[in-house]
């Protein structure tokens, strides 16, 4: 199958091992993903504060351009998932997206409404089929038990999500874990926010959520977290050392992106999904999946 | 039809208060909300099962409590959409002190609302006739006027989960309710001493934007587009001088100029960039970023056509004098 591929800023930036361990499971899936080198930053909720028709309009603006290139656009963020559904939630009301289209003429692009976004943890499920990952598991994370962490925009607000007419997105992230051979760890921190949006306001309030949900998870005895969102990634695991010493209480918990975890399985190396670049030490759990030798 | 509740109680006067849990199972009508299984617990099976109800029509706000996990309405919600794995678990709502089973403590409610100063203040000579509000207006209140005080969003509310002090979805959206009003403030209708108040910390800016109120709120009271709205006021009413509001700016001049996020420079942006304390905070992360390969590239390329997204700013926005 083929995407327009929307990556996200942070895949590129603070979170730089997401991007290719994306393409490379990707390619195992036979997944091809298209750039789209002139899309924009959807704005992640931050600009549309200031002001959200803008923050619309951009997201309109990246739709139209999927739109003309006949593809359905794929998403490796959770913010941008859930920022451009609710964009796209909004410009379902023709008016709106008629003022909309009005501001993307002079570039020679119009919205017609027909872009839905997909994170690839649901286009995994959806479109992919698990069987089909499944079939690709060469080193199931037996004995592995890991935490799901989806956070908070890819699982609210349900109605601009469609989790109505996808009720088997509510346990997503589940399901990839079991597909991928680990036993989940179910915690109530699971959809909570990982502090990340308040890091430079209260980083005092961000770190306690990062100690919070890493203690929780790794009390009930998990050896690693999975998460679809990189902001979540960055704040979880480049800010746990810091969190720890807030907390008093060391943590150690390998917080690994999604694609990672399923690249771990698919057999791919460590270093190909760039578990090097973590902050939290990676390597027991290597060694417990049986992958640190090939790193 | 059987409907089985599995409750987290909580009685003060046990010779070891601890909360338990305890499972119920009580007979209601096939279209029986959740409130009438817990009120037939009290009435047939254990007289000193606790609970807050009154009107049983989602408008008194008297029983929210945590179902399956989240806060909402035991009146509102029908037992048998809130079944999971055979049973409907019932918790106190959270962020507030159990005082027995169901029932919470809500001083600290109504201390934050209290807090919020929840009353027109006007400023300025006294007007001489009625002020007559415009439809409008009122009508842009209506929505957060519905609320019902009963704490579901503060039962969720991430940052309370971390941080008492936080003024929280409920006091917040109160205040937007003033704020919003053209009979508060200046002659404008513009809440500069309450924008002002509300920046400090423990305000608008320690909002997460998780979400979590605007899903529970039974009301659409959506009290966190409120507090995006108030943040859209106090940088609109000259309160920029926070992290907050420089981490909006900064933001979105980025994507304004490049057309995606320089990470890079937005958190000295955010802090500051003379807030040398603070900066130096980040330095032993940014070390371990820079060592780990995880720093954010130093060279912000533009995306393509980024002209045309700024264009869009322009536009939108009116244009800027850079």
Request: some cysteine; hydrophobic content about 40%; proline content about 7%.
């Amino acid at each position: 199958m083929k995407y327009a591929f929307f990556p996200g800023c942070v895949s590129r930036g603070g979170c730089p091992e997401l991007y290719p361990a994306t393409k490379l499971i990707c390619e195992k899936l036979e997944i091809e993903l298209q750039e789209m080198p002139a899309a924009s930053c959807t704005g992640a909720g931050v600009l549309q504060e200031k002001n959200e028709l803008l923050g619309d309009t951009l997201n309109a603006r990246t739709f139209a351009m999927a739109e003309a290139l006949d593809l359905p656009i794929l998403t490796i963020c959770s913010t941008c998932q859930g920022v451009m559904s609710q964009a796209n939630h909004r410009l379902k009301d023709p008016e709106y997206l008629a003022k909309v289209n009005g501001y993307l003429a002079d570039e020679g692009l119009e919205y017609k409404g027909k872009a839905n976004p997909k994170h690839l943890l649901w286009v995994l499920i959806e479109d992919i089929g698990l069987d089909k990952l499944l079939s690709l598991i060469t080193r199931p994370l037996a004995g592995i038990r890991m935490a799901p962490f989806y956070g908070c925009y890819i699982v609210r607000p349900t109605d601009a999500l469609e989790f109505e007419e996808h009720p088997e997105r509510k346990d997503a992230l589940e399901k990839i874990i079991e597909t991928i051979g680990a036993t989940v760890v179910d915690f109530e921190g699971k959809t909570r926010c990982c502090g990340f949006p308040i890091l430079t306001i209260n980083e005092r309030n961000s770190m306690a959520m990062v100690s919070k949900h890493t203690l929780e998870a790794k009390d009930l005895g998990a050896d690693a977290m999975i998460t679809p969102c990189p902001l979540c990634h960055l704040n979880l695991d480049s800010f746990q050392p810091k969190a720890a010493a807030q907390a008093g209480r060391p943590i150690g918990l390998p917080i690994l992106h999604m694609p990672q975890a399923i690249g771990l399985a698919m057999g791919l190396s460590p270093k190909e999904m760039g578990l090097q670049r973590h902050i939290v030490n990676t390597k027991p759990l290597l060694m417990k999946i049986g992958a640190e030798a090939s790193s | 039809m059987d409907v089985t509740l599995r409750v987290k109680r909580f009685d003060p006067e046990a010779a070891e208060p601890e909360p338990y849990w305890q499972d119920f199972t009580v007979n209601i009508e096939d279209n029986g909300t959740v409130l009438d299984a817990l009120i037939k617990i009290r009435e047939d099976i254990d007289g000193s099962f606790s609970l807050r109800c009154s009107c049983r029509s989602s408008i008194c706000g008297s029983c929210a409590m945590r179902i399956n996990g989240h806060a909402g309405l035991a009146c509102k919600i029908q037992a048998p959409t809130a079944i999971v794995n055979g049973v409907i678990t019932v918790e106190p709502a959270g962020n507030m002190p159990v005082v027995k089973d169901l029932v919470v403590d809500f001083d600290s409610f109504w201390d934050k609302i209290m807090e919020i100063e929840p009353y027109l203040k006007p400023e300025g000579p006294e007007p001489e006739a009625e002020y007559i509000a415009s439809n409008e207006s009122m009508l842009h209140l209506s929505g957060v006027t519905s609320c019902i005080m009963c704490g579901a969003c503060v039962s969720d509310c991430t940052v309370m989960e971390v941080d008492p002090t936080f003024l929280g979805p409920a006091a917040l959206a109160k205040a937007y309710r003033f704020t919003a009003d053209p009979r508060d403030g200046d002659e404008n209708g513009v809440s500069k001493d309450r924008l002002e108040e509300l920046t400090k910390p423990s305000g608008m800016w320690d909002c997460t934007r998780c979400m979590e109120c605007v899903t529970v709120c039974p009301k659409g009271v959506a009290p966190m587009d409120r507090i995006m709205a108030l943040r859209d006021q106090a940088m609109a009413a000259g309160f920029t001088n926070t992290n907050g509001a420089r981490h909006t700016e900064a933001f979105s001049e980025s994507v304004e100029h490049s057309g995606w996020l320089d990470e890079l420079r937005l958190v000295p942006k955010s802090v500051g960039i003379t807030n040398l304390s603070a900066l130096a905070g980040y330095a032993p992360i940014a070390i371990q970023a820079l060592t780990h390969g995880k720093m954010p590239p130093i060279i912000h390329k533009k995306i393509e056509k980024a002209g045309n997204v700024r264009k869009l700013f322009d536009k939108i926005e009116g244009p800027k004098r850079h």
